[in-house]
């Protein structure tokens, strides 16, 4: 079985630039009620007032962290589930 990543996502830090939407525009999306914020799309992401979560696979980690690079305000991270490794930003 492949590895399992978390993505963790302080959304009140958002400044809307769109670049994660423009690097993975399957994965972000703004949403449509608090416009100022990027979401996630994936029906599987946990939202908090603060937070959003989304466990995703293995195959899914180059596009994800390509997202989260280029994010100005570095309000993402992602570990790695099993060993609670951080994978960005680098330790
Ligand atoms: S790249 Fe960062 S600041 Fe820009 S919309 Fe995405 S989460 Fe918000």
């Known amino acids: 079985m492949g590895k399992k990543y978390k993505l963790i996502y302080q959304r ?8 994660c939407e423009n690097a993975f ?8 009620d608090k416009s100022e914020f990027a979401t996630l799309k994936s ?3 946990i939202k908090n007032d603060d937070t959003e ?7 899914l980690l ?3 962290l390509e997202s989260v690079q280029v994010c100005p305000v570095a309000i993402m991270e992602i570990i790695e ?3 609670g490794k951080k ?3 680098e330790e």
Do not use: H, R, S
Request: aromatic share 14%.
């Open 53 to 59: 979560e989304l466990v995703f696979t293995e195959e």
């Open 12 to 19: 009140k830090g958002c400044i809307g630039a769109g670049a």
């Open 43 to 45: 029906p599987d992401a």
């Open 81 to 83: 589930v099993e060993t």
């Open 87 to 89: 994978i960005f930003p």
């Open 25 to 32: 525009p399957e994965a972000w999306e703004f949403d449509i």
């Open 62 to 64: 180059e596009q994800y």
